[in-house]
């Protein structure tokens, strides 16, 4: 969020204005319980600010997200307008990662003060205030009434879902005014990525809740949160833990850069392109994720050939293009251990293996070529052809497609060669990562023939360059912080 | 876990009390047999979530079934009715339970987790002496009632049953791996903070939330449990990925012809055992051995090999300055912080070191002397030019260290990183 659209600030008054309403109410009704909330406030503050106080030997991780059982059981707890001002400081004092902090602190109170308040509408209309049973812990007797277990799992069932509907109803339009989103996109995937996480907290809202109006109070109440927030934390930790392994990798891929520094940002293209291969054949999932390393990972084997040979400007001898062909191996051999990577170890052996069985280390021929080598060896020559090397400058796509074109069947598998023609002709070619000097990748669309005499040379306008060689611990920070919203 | 006599102590307490348990029940029937089903089959659940995979010792493999057993230690209503089931009648129920879960491990050819289910029987019940004869009794309602003070009290009695279970893990793996006893039980209470305190949490709340609610408490209460042990699997998971591929590119100098064949893993291998030795925590090893495998990653920003890959006889200036470059592809590795400071700070003196760094340097030129030709006396004689470097290069305290790991029997006995 740079600078913020007038269209995106009336709309965060607009949420404002809309959570001063909710919240009213309990500023001026007599009946509000205002030691429950206050405790429930200064409970939901408190775990909110415990990620900025060290802890022995650990810290919380970044990106755990809002905890939200507090929220909720306040809804099951409280009136609606209660519940919305329980919401209000933890929310305010929530971690912000980006810029700017200020307005982000503001909308995010308005918008589970909202929530809160909608949610607790909609448990009190299915009558879940007496069910949750149970009575002020004042008197010392048996309970009044135990929870009417199997039922009030409805109205807390549909509280958390209104509750997670709400948010994300007005996350996606903040998306879509201050950021630009096309609203169709803004909307799509984040509920259905919210409602589950939001569906648990509400169970342990509710079971906060049960225990708070039981006789045991307070102290069991709290004991229902440290669970939950040890889940949190480790579903944080696993987030953050994924995204240490993938810099890993990137790093593996950086000690490449070092070598070899005309290649820098290849591999990810490789890796990019090889993905848009094997969507285009309808792999699942799980194949494309190995597909996209075993992209990234295939000339990691480079890490082995000396550096010297690597940058050597001008033609090889024989003898030193042995050395540099011997890769492959050296690939297979560093990744040997990585239990996950599975086939694309393979993808990593035989990914200079030709059709026509001219190629290395085994000259094998058609279909003895494993198909993830077969797939990471057209991306390979894809992105050789139209990335300067040493040795040429860069083609336009259309050239370099048409060039894949003529060799499939010889060296290429024409299958792949043809899924990425098809691939690259519906969504064009935008590589992710475009190298230290921009000029050297060509990020055309997939141009008409005519085109061909006129690359475009010149950064994406969107993405400015982001050299793989030269980022730091963004890479690794971005996804810990892109994943955690979940939690 | 080797088979020591504290270990058969305590397999052989956990066997008299489950005859014993089970002898009781068939001969008296079950008291209240819904909850004992409820509970067995929670306890059984739990069970089979767990994972095949060895986990280390000391840590809890199925947290759903143990806070399942503790619950049912620990009910003392039910729907607002009082119970009457006894000590015997929990072990009983938690044993058969437990069993009836980890039949499918062993079909798939696991052993039974035997010191796993002992050290369950033994704190379950330790929990249900402590609490069921007081409640039973009637004289637990009289003291604190029904009420805050309930939970505290069973807070409390909680907190001795984790204590109890820590001296019970701490107590066998002491004897069966000789290391001091303190370290070993600071361990086992730091493990016991996380996911103990989850589990004992979710203990307490379960008995009390079916004390309320009846036993539909049962799945509801176990949910957050149930999250937190996925999330584990899936971090056990990615941790060791995680360290395979730390692994690699630590290989990747050895490939390169940077460093003799293994030279990192042997690194890595001797540093945790001297670290271990020192005293350091689980995660300051942890980062010992992260750093140790990464320790020479800097010489492949080199243009041309350091010959042989011996670090230890580079000028200091290069040296540090293939430290740095290392510093600096580990800082993108996604490693915490300190390792990266470890591999660039491993050419320092001694003295600026943090100790991490200075076990790593001393390991490092222990294993570039042996390896090396040039010395053919072999450890000694690199121990003997260790010891003439403890002025300025290498800490005197973690040279004798080391030669007290290498006189035990050196390699052999350090725990060994993963082949990757």
């Known amino acids: ?487 | 876990m080797r088979a020591t006599p504290a270990v058969w102590t305590v397999r052989g307490a956990a066997a008299v009390l489950t005859v014993a348990g089970l002898a009781h029940t068939l001969w008296n029937g079950v008291a209240e047999p819904g909850a004992a089903l409820a509970f067995g089959a929670l306890i059984t659940i739990g069970e089979l979530a767990r994972r095949d995979r060895q986990d280390p010792p000391g840590r809890h493999p199925a947290p759903l079934g143990s806070a399942g057993a503790l619950a049912y230690a620990l009910l003392g209503q039910n729907a607002g009715q009082p119970t009457h089931h006894g000590v015997l009648q929990i072990v009983a129920v938690a044993v058969a339970a437990a069993l009836a879960g980890m039949v499918p491990h062993i079909a798939r050819g696991r052993g039974p987790a035997v010191d796993h289910l002992s050290r369950r029987v033994l704190t379950v019940a330790f929990a249900a002496v402590c609490f069921q004869p007081l409640y039973n009794s009637g004289r637990l309602e009289e003291r604190v009632g029904q009420g805050p003070y309930l939970v505290v009290f069973l807070l409390l009695l909680l907190g001795l049953t984790a204590l109890c279970d820590a001296v019970l893990a701490a107590a066998p793996a002491g004897a069966a791996t000789g290391r001091p006893y303190g370290p070993l039980l600071r361990d086992e209470l730091r493990a016991q903070l996380g996911i103990g305190s989850a589990i004992c949490a979710t203990g307490v709340v379960m008995a009390l939330g079916a004390a309320v609610a009846g036993l539909w408490a049962l799945p509801v209460f176990s949910v957050p449990l149930l999250l937190t042990q996925l999330s584990f699997h899936r971090i056990t998971a990615i941790r060791t990925t995680y360290r395979q591929t730390i692994t690699s590119l630590a290989r990747a100098t050895e490939i390169a012809g940077c460093t003799r064949p293994g030279h990192s893993r042997r690194v890595a291998a001797l540093s945790c055992a001297v670290g271990r030795e020192l005293g350091l925590s689980e995660r300051e090893l942890t980062v010992l051995e992260y750093a140790a495998l990464m320790h020479d990653i800097g010489q492949l920003s080199l243009v041309d090999p350091v010959p042989d890959g011996a670090t230890a006889g580079l000028p200091g200036a290069e040296a540090r300055r293939i430290a740095e470059l290392g510093g600096e592809v580990a800082r993108q590795t996604g490693v915490p912080a300190e390792v990266a400071v470890v591999v660039e700070r491993q050419a320092d003196p001694y003295r600026d070191q943090p100790t991490s760094a200075r076990i790593v340097r001393t390991v490092n030129a222990y294993d570039d002397l042996v390896g090396g030709s040039r010395h053919p006396g072999g450890s000694l004689a690199a121990l003997e030019r260790l010891r003439l470097g403890t002025g300025h290069d290498y800490q005197p305290e973690v040279v004798e260290c080391l030669a007290r790991v290498l006189a035990r029997g050196g390699r052999d006995r350090v725990v060994p990183v993963p082949p990757g």
């Not at chain 1, 007005?170 to 998306?175: K, M, N, P, S, V």
């Open chain 1, 1 to 487: 969020m740079r600078a913020l659209p007038p269209g995106a600030r009336a709309y965060i008054l607009c949420a404002v204005l809309v959570a001063a309403a909710c919240v009213t109410p309990a500023l001026t009704d007599s009946g509000t319980p205002w030691a429950a909330v206050a405790v429930l406030a200064v409970l939901y503050l408190g775990c909110e600010l415990l990620r900025f106080c060290p802890l022995p030997g650990s810290r919380v991780p970044e990106g755990i997200g809002s905890f939200l059982p507090v929220v909720l059981a306040g809804v099951f707890l409280l009136p609606p307008a209660a519940a919305a001002l329980v919401a209000l400081p933890g929310a305010f004092a929530g971690t912000v990662v980006q810029r700017p902090a200020g307005v982000r602190r503001v909308w995010h109170a308005a918008q589970q003060a909202t929530a809160a308040w909608v949610a607790g509408q909609a448990y009190g209309l299915l009558r879940g205030p007496a069910a949750l049973g149970g009575g002020p812990a004042a008197g010392s007797g048996p309970p009044a009434a135990l929870a009417d277990f199997p039922y009030v799992l409805l109205p807390a069932a549909v509280a958390a879902v209104a509750f997670s509907l709400v948010l994300t109803a007005l996350d996606g339009g903040i998306l879509a005014l201050a950021e630009r989103r096309p609203a169709a996109t803004a909307w799509s995937g984040l509920a259905t990525r919210s409602l589950a996480p939001h569906c648990v907290h509400g169970l342990a809202g509710l079971m906060m809740a049960v225990m708070w109006r039981s006789p045991y109070g307070l102290p069991a109440a709290l004991l229902v949160l440290l669970p939950m927030y040890i889940s949190c934390w480790l579903f944080a930790q696993y987030h953050r833990e994924r995204g240490a392994h993938r810099a890993t990798i990137r790093a593996l891929v950086h000690a490449v850069d070092i070598k070899d520094r005309y290649t820098r940002g290849h591999s990810e293209r490789v890796g990019q392109a090889s993905t848009m291969i094997a969507r285009e054949l309808g792999m699942t999932e799980d194949r494309l994720e190995t597909v996209r390393i075993a992209g990234i990972l295939h000339d990691v084997g480079k890490l082995g050939v000396p550096t010297r040979l690597l940058r050597k400007d001008g033609p090889l001898t024989p003898q030193e293009r042995r050395i540099i062909e011997l890769h492959p191996e050296y690939g297979h051999e560093m990744v040997r251990g990585i239990g996950f990577l599975g086939e694309a170890r393979s993808a990593i052996l035989h990914h200079h293996e030709k059709v026509d069985g001219s190629g290395y280390p085994y000259g094998l021929t058609g279909e003895q070529i494993p198909v993830l080598a077969r797939v990471v060896a057209v991306a390979d020559a894809f992105d050789a052809m139209t990335s300067t090397r040493s040795y040429s400058r860069a083609r336009p796509v259309p050239v370099a497609l048409a060039e894949l074109e003529r060799c499939a069947g010889a060296h290429f598998d024409p299958a792949m060669v043809r899924a990425l023609v098809e691939a690259i002709g519906r969504t064009g070619w935008h590589p992710v990562v475009t190298s230290d000097e921009d000029l050297q990748v060509i990020p055309a669309r997939a141009a008409p023939a005519g085109d061909e005499a006129t690359p475009e040379p010149g950064p994406e306008p969107e993405r400015p360059g982001v050299p793989v060689g030269r980022t730091r611990q963004g890479a690794g920070r971005r996804d810990a912080d892109g994943t955690g919203a979940g939690a």
